[in-house]
């Protein structure tokens, strides 16, 4: 192993593919996803879903529990950066967040919910999600948070349907049985 010290200098006169190559050598050694500024090609093809194209989308969906499951990833919060207006999401962190076998189901799913989101808009060039090389996708900051939005909205559902929890400390019934006084 060989180390190296660069001034700020140094790197700010290295031709450019070096100092690509030293981002991604930084962030690959800090556990972060490589700058997608450079990489995200046709960022002007994703669109920002609002909650009403969520909503929609999610109705186009719901029969497929995996899809949904990515679905409902792609509205989880990261802490990885990205370019302005979009955000970062691993295709690995969905996959164990999902319960997948493989990234081929995460890439399925992520298709079938692009193809729901384009019938939706009527336009196919458009899309909900965009790849970034092989572990990472975007999607809008906008989308996210619809997304978020809409799981917010169902937990909260869900908490007001679900039944009062038992109230341990009643008294117990005359005639019960105190399963651990029997011999």
Same mark, same amino acid.
């Given at each position: 192993?060989?180390?190296?010290?660069? =001034?700020?200098? #140094?790197?700010?006169?290295?031709?450019?593919?070096?100092?690509?190559?030293?981002?991604?050598?930084?962030?690959?050694? +800090? !556990?972060?996803?490589?700058?997608?500024?450079?990489? &995200?090609?046709?960022?002007?093809?994703?669109?920002?879903?609002?909650?009403?194209?969520?909503?929609?989308?999610?109705?186009?969906? %719901? !029969? =497929?529990?995996?899809? +949904?499951?990515?679905?409902?990833?792609?509205?989880?919060? @990261?802490?990885?950066?990205?370019?302005?207006?979009?955000?970062?999401? =691993? /295709?690995?962190?969905? *996959?164990?967040?999902?319960? +997948?076998?493989?990234?081929? #189901?995460?890439?399925?799913?992520?298709?079938?919910?692009?193809?729901?989101?384009?019938?939706?808009? @009527?336009?196919?060039?458009?899309?909900?999600? /965009? %790849?970034?090389?092989?572990?990472?996708?975007?999607?809008?900051?906008?989308? #996210?948070?619809?997304? $978020? $939005?809409?799981?917010?909205?169902? $937990?909260?559902?869900?908490?007001?349907?679900?039944?009062?929890? +038992?109230?341990? =400390?009643?008294? &117990?019934?005359?005639? $019960?049985?105190? *399963?651990? #006084?029997?011999?």
């Amino acid at each position: 192993m060989v180390g190296i010290i660069l =001034s700020l200098e #140094q790197i700010r006169a290295a031709p450019l593919e070096v100092r690509r190559w030293l981002e991604a050598e930084v962030l690959a050694g +800090l !556990g972060l996803p490589p700058n997608m500024i450079d990489q &995200v090609t046709e960022p002007e093809l994703l669109f920002s879903a609002s909650q009403e194209d969520v909503r929609k989308i999610f109705e186009a969906i %719901r !029969g =497929s529990l995996p899809v +949904l499951l990515v679905f409902f990833e792609l509205g989880r919060r @990261n802490a990885a950066g990205g370019p302005p207006g979009m955000a970062v999401v =691993s /295709l690995v962190k969905i *996959l164990a967040h999902a319960k +997948l076998s493989n990234t081929d #189901q995460v890439l399925a799913a992520l298709r079938i919910i692009d193809d729901a989101a384009a019938k939706i808009r @009527n336009d196919p060039t458009s899309h909900i999600f /965009l %790849r970034y090389g092989q572990d990472y996708c975007v999607v809008a900051e906008q989308t #996210q948070r619809s997304i $978020a $939005a809409l799981w917010e909205e169902f $937990a909260t559902e869900h908490a007001k349907a679900a039944p009062a929890p +038992l109230d341990m =400390s009643a008294n &117990v019934p005359p005639g $019960a049985i105190h *399963l651990g #006084q029997m011999r």
